[in-house]
C-alpha cells in the first residue's frame, strides 16, 4: 500500500516515482536519485533499520564540514542485534560497515566486516544480501590487487545479481569489475563488461552511471590513440 499511502501526503515536497516493476531496492533508490533536485539526499530503508532521527546530525556536520558525503557507520547497530540476537540485522550491520569502509579506502576495517557478514548471510540463505558482499569483496580484492579473488568475488555477484533479477546491482557489478579488469591492464574483456553495463543503464535511464562509463570509454580510446 506503498503508493496509496504516499498519495494522501499533500505535501509538495513529496514526489512518487513508479517503476514499470520490481527491478530492486537498487534500482529504486538510483531512481530517486536521478529525480531528486536538492543539495543533499538522504537514503533511508523503510524498514527503518536507519535511525531517521540521525539525518538532521548528519546534515548539520556536512554543511558545517564543508562535506560532500556524510556516512554513518553500523558498528554500534551490531553490537545491539548481536545483544538481541537477530542474525540478520547483524548480517546486513556488518554488510552496511563494510561498505561505508570500502569507501573510505579503510581495508583491514572493510575485511573484519565482510568476514562477519559472509557466514551470517550463508547461514540465513539471504540471497540479496550474499550477491551485496560479494560485490564488496570485488572491491576489497580489487583494492588490494588480488585479481584472481576480485574476479571471483564480482563472478558470483554478477551470477546472483541475475538470478535474483536485480538488473542495478548486475550493471553496478558488471562497471565494477571492468574497473579491476582495466586496472590489471585486461582491457578487452573490460569494454565487453563496460557494453553490458552500459545496456543495463541505458534501459534503467541511470544517467550518473552512463556519464561514468562514457567517462571510462572516453579514456580507452585516447589510450589507443
Known amino acids: 500500500n506503498t503508493r496509496k499511502e504516499v498519495m494522501k501526503i499533500n505535501d509538495d515536497r513529496f514526489r512518487l516515482v513508479e517503476l514499470k516493476r520490481n527491478y530492486g531496492q537498487s534500482s529504486a533508490l538510483q531512481a530517486g536519485i536521478d529525480v531528486a533536485d536538492a543539495e543533499f539526499i538522504a537514503l533511508i530503508d523503510g524498514d ?28 554500534r547497530r551490531a553490537r545491539a542485534a548481536d545483544e538481541a540476537g537477530n542474525v540478520q540485522m547483524k548480517a546486513w550491520a556488518a554488510f552496511n560497515s563494510a561498505e561505508a569502509y ?3 579506502s579503510d581495508l583491514p576495517k572493510a575485511k573484519i566486516c565482510i568476514d562477519e557478514a559472509l557466514p551470517l548471510l550463508e547461514r540465513i540463505g539471504d540471497r540479496n544480501g550474499l550477491c551485496s ?11 588490494t590487487m588480488e585479481w584472481e579473488l ?11 545479481s541475475r538470478e535474483n533479477q536485480t538488473p542495478f546491482l548486475e550493471a553496478f557489478c ?15 574483456r573490460a569494454k565487453l563488461l563496460l557494453a553490458d ?12 552511471y552512463l ?4 567517462d571510462i570509454e572516453s579514456t580507452l580510446v585516447s589510450c589507443l590513440d
Open 48 to 75: 527503518l533499520q536507519n535511525d531517521p532521527a540521525d539525518i538532521p546530525m548528519m546534515l548539520q556536520l556536512a554543511e558545517k564540514e564543508e562535506w560532500d558525503l556524510a556516512i554513518t557507520e553500523f558498528e
Open 102 to 104: 570500502i569507501k573510505q
Open 133 to 143: 558482499i560479494y560485490k564488496v569483496m570485488g572491491q576489497y580484492y580489487s583494492g
Open 150 to 160: 576480485s574476479e571471483s568475488a564480482f563472478d558470483k555477484a554478477i551470477t546472483l
Open 174 to 188: 558488471l562497471l565494477e569489475m571492468a574497473r579491476m579488469l582495466l586496472a590489471k591492464r585486461h582491457k578487452g
Open 197 to 208: 553495463a552500459k545496456a543495463i543503464f541505458q534501459r534503467l535511464d541511470a544517467k550518473k
Open 211 to 214: 556519464e561514468e562509463i562514457e
